[in-house]
């Protein structure tokens, strides 16, 4: 509801259309444009060039990640612990039609995204039947169910793993392929964040997390928006396993499945503003910045996961709604964010 | 017969710590709503203390309980001063403390790992390794031991909670948190005080579990999962519901563990708490909670 | 001096609007009150300022002279100001003896409350009866009876009732309404909420009518009841929710 109001205030102050429209379209395209030449950019930074285009490449599958999680915890407030298990299935699905079949993981990305959207369906419709603790008690549960699977399942190497093989691609520009690759996605779970937040079926979220039986007496079938909502929100997270697999040439259940990626997904969904389109890219930028600059400064350490959970902490305390929420609510947030 | 007598009195005996472990969560949920995620870490930080003090002062962990629970009392209070009552006024306070608790945990944890490593622990006093005969029954000391605190500390806690003017207070609270304070009960202090409590059960079972099992700081992952199963089965706030989860899922797991093997006896929780959760979202035994 | 006095409150919920916009009402010690008004008015509101359940945005509460604005509940209780709200707030795994006991938490003296308890449940046999059962497993109106119990506990000076009548069948509802009168003779000064105004009225000394988080109008309940143009504009609605 108060998202609804703020944005008919907005619409108040300007008579014919929102403001900023421009300057967001600026935005985009600068984005979108950085995105696409950095590879050529980071080009005169030779000596670390694999390591930029890495970072940059990481940050494009947290973006994705964090947008895609933003869907069920952000949009319908069900917060999930278990996002990892997605995060995995793309990885594996892609990794074994590589390893089994010789499919490039390149062209099989669309169904590792499917792979996992159809898990996120399955287990949506069986986690989302409890609310609030209890569903955030479940998809932990769904996590280390999953693990337990992967860990002792041998067909996919167990806990040693499962080796692909190498891309063959010139070493020096080894990371470009990747790099792209995670582009699309970024860009295709920004678009969809951006679509659902704009159609019926986002208002609808919006209106399960501020008041789910008022929305269910408001005739939305609530069921299912919760479980199409958890299924979207597995896609690219699906996708971005599988790059980021085959970028590893080796797939263990613990890279996937470790509590900390999915704490990352919502520490960076919250940071940036839980429930807006632009909060989890900015959460996301943000927070892998400041760790690569912490990992170059102080080296990597054990502190890393005391961060990660301090600033989880003190957003909650003193930030709960984010930069983007922040700034919203207090009518500071520059047109060029205001993606809602 | 006597394969499975066995196996039944491993499995309480386990239990037993297990309930203790489970009660502090059940009681923190109870008092005050929240789904403590860092629960298992703060046992952790418990066995650590043990640790140092076992390998530095030799200190008999059965002894060093009475240093880590106060110790863990103190830390419980002050975190909820700290913390908790920011959250009261958000309108998703129980979510909030789940996330709140998840990043105390990756703290803990990574604290942990800073301080410790992240190897292997395990606290050896002589009792670790030897076992006595019951008749045909085969009863490890160690894990007799713990158990039978466990089972002491479960009674002290039902005596304060049953026959005290404070713990009639908790309990009141734990039923309905508006009326007690409408009878004049300050709640703030009562869940300060819940809190405290809650982790001076965590910092007993820490000490008991350091000579049960090795221990490194991302275990506290695999323990909270066990625990919420727990107290998910016996419905999140009741402590006799947890108690009775926490008998049954260990006499469970140790049947599954005896007839597929120790890989799959996790799944025993994890599966419980998953299937509970869907077709009874209020626990077996606590109708009256709402999640 | 009077009792109670509330002073230009202005309070609400969180971060919402005002709900009380500059509320002043006056509590004399031996008169009982009724507080009447359409939803949204403010009638809980009010009763839940006073409680130190709600912190008022700005404003004062007076009890005997002395500002008590920020007291938290307990300490509103220690001072004599009892409050039972609308939903049996009751502890549903304890039995009625319990129940009774910790209205009596904030008194340390055994022999006392001993005391008041008997006199508890010679005034609601019925209690007497259900004193070992669960407090959950009993009727509405039973456990409308426990709230009152309880509050008798503590003796207190005042004793606000928020929808006394709520969800009972009204005879039961009757019963409960002599009950509250009966408090007016142990020195207890009573402040009702009735969404049901005229039986509200029908039971107090004194109206005060709440419109919009302010008082439109007080005066002698039975004033109030018997003037047909009063009767219309600030009751109609609700007598006639009152009736159906």
């Known amino acids: 509801m108060a998202v609804v109001e703020e944005r008919e205030g907005l619409l108040g102050e300007s008579p014919f259309r929102k403001p900023g429209t421009r300057s967001r379209r600026v935005t985009l395209i600068v984005a979108l444009g950085l995105v696409l030449f950095f590879p050529l950019i980071a080009i005169p930074l030779f000596d670390s060039y694999a390591y930029v285009l890495q970072v940059g490449m990481l940050m494009l599958m947290w ?79 769904m996590l280390f169910l999953f693990l337990l699977w992967f860990d002792n399942w041998e067909f996919i190497g167990a806990s040693s793993g499962l080796d692909l093989p190498f891309l063959q691609f010139p070493v020096q520009w080894l990371k470009v392929p990747f790099y792209y690759a995670m582009a699309l996605c970024a860009i295709g779970a920004v678009y969809l964040a951006y679509r659902v937040a704009h159609s019926k079926f986002g208002l609808g979220l919006r209106a399960i997390s501020q008041d789910e039986t008022k929305a269910e007496v408001a005739g939305i079938n609530t069921r299912w928006y919760k479980v199409w909502a958890f299924a979207l929100s597995a896609f690219f997270i699906g996708v971005a396993g599988a790059i980021y697999g085959y970028s590893l040439t080796h797939l263990r259940p613990l890279t996937f499945f470790a509590i900390a990626v999915a704490a990352r997904m919502v520490l960076m969904a919250i940071i940036g503003g839980r429930g807006t389109v632009a909060g989890p890219v900015v959460g996301a930028i943000l927070i892998i910045g400041v760790n690569e600059f912490a990992v170059r400064q102080f080296g990597e350490s054990e502190l890393n996961i005391v961060f990660t959970g301090l600033i989880l902490v003190l957003a909650l305390l003193f930030f709960p709604q984010g930069i983007v929420g922040s700034l919203r609510k207090s009518g500071r947030l520059p047109a060029f964010l205001d993606w809602d | 017969m006597a394969h499975w007598l066995q196996i039944l009195v491993l499995g309480l005996l386990l239990g037993g710590v297990y309930a203790m472990m489970a009660s502090g969560l059940t009681l923190l949920f ?119 605190i466990s089972f002491a500390l479960l009674i002290l806690l039902w005596v304060f909670l049953r026959f005290t003017k404070t713990g009639t207070a908790i309990r009141a609270t734990m039923q309905n948190r508006a009326a007690a304070q409408i009878v004049g009960v300050n709640v703030r202090r009562i869940s300060a005080l819940s809190f405290g409590l809650g982790m001076s059960l965590a910092g007993a079972a820490g000490s008991l579990l350091s000579f049960m099992f090795p221990f490194f700081p991302a275990r506290h992952w695999q323990w909270i999962a066990l625990l919420l199963a727990l107290i998910v089965l016996g419905g999140m706030g009741s402590i006799k519901g947890a108690v009775i989860g926490a008998l049954l899922l260990a006499v469970a797991s140790a049947f599954v563990t005896d007839l597929v093997g120790p890989t799959w006896s996790p799944i025993t929780f994890y599966l419980t708490l998953f299937l509970i959760l869907m077709v009874r979202p209020q626990g077996l035994f606590g109708a009256k909670v709402r999640l | 001096m009077a009792l109670l006095e509330v002073e230009d409150v202005v309070a609400g919920y969180g971060a ?115 004193r070992g059962q669960n407090a959950g497993t009993l009727s509405g109106g039973e456990q409308q009876m426990v709230t009152l119990g309880r509050a008798l506990m503590i003796e207190p000076r005042v004793v606000m009732i928020d929808e006394p009548s709520l969800g009972l069948a009204p005879m039961i509802a009757d019963q409960i309404f002599e009950k509250i009168r009966g408090f007016g003779a142990l020195g207890i000064t009573v402040v009702l909420v009735e969404q049901n105004a005229v039986k509200g009225l029908e039971n107090v000394d004194w109206g005060i009518v709440l419109d919009l988080g302010s008082k439109d109008f007080e005066g002698p309940a039975d004033g109030i009841l018997a003037d047909p143009r009063i009767r219309e504009l600030y009751l109609g609605k609700t007598m006639s929710k009152g009736m159906t």
Request: charged share 10%; hydrophobic share 50%; aromatic share 12%.
């Open chain 2, 30 to 148: 109870g008092v005050m709503r929240v789904v403590n995620l860092a629960h298992a870490a703060f046992i952790l930080i418990a066995s650590y203390m043990t640790y140092a003090l076992f390998e530095g002062l030799t200190l008999d962990p059965m002894i060093s309980l009475f240093v880590t629970m106060p110790l863990m009392f103190g830390l419980g209070v002050g975190l909820y001063l700290l913390l908790f009552p920011r959250l009261e006024e958000s309108p998703r306070y129980v979510e909030m403390t789940v996330l709140l608790t998840f990043g105390l945990a990756l703290i803990v944890e990574g604290l942990l790992t800073f301080t410790f490593t992240g190897t292997f622990r395990s606290v050896r006093p002589e009792y670790a390794s030897t076992s006595i005969m019951i008749g045909d029954l085969f009863v490890p000391t160690s894990q007799l031991y713990a158990s039978l």
């Open chain 3, 16 to 130: 919402g609007p005002d709900i009380l916009t500059g509320l002043s009402v006056t509590i004399e010690e031996g008169t009982s009150y009724c507080i009447v008004g359409p939803n949204g008015a403010g009638k809980s509101t009010l009763l839940r300022a006073i409680a130190g359940f709600l912190k008022p945005r700005a404003g004062e509460v007076r009890l005997d002279g002395v500002l008590m604005n920020g007291s938290r509940p307990d300490q509103m209780l220690a001072a004599g100001i009892c409050f039972v709200p609308q939903d049996a707030s009751l502890f549903p795994m304890m039995t009625v003896r319990e129940n009774l006991a910790m209205g009596g938490y904030l008194v340390n003296d055994r022999a006392l409350l001993r005391q008041r308890m008997d006199m508890v449940y010679e005034t609601f046999p019925i209690l007497a009866e259900r």
């Open chain 1, 63 to 141: 973006i994705a990640m964090s947008s895609s999680w933003n869907i069920i915890g952000g949009f319908a407030g069900y917060i999930s612990l278990g996002h990892g298990v997605f995060f995995a299935i793309g990885g594996y699905a892609a990794g074994l039609a590589l390893a089994h079949w010789g499919i490039s993981p390149f062209l099989f990305l669309p169904f590792a995204g499917l792979a996992a959207m159809a898990v996120g369906f399955l287990a949506g419709l069986i986690t989302l039947r409890t609310r609030g603790p209890a569903f955030i008690v479940a998809t932990i549960a």
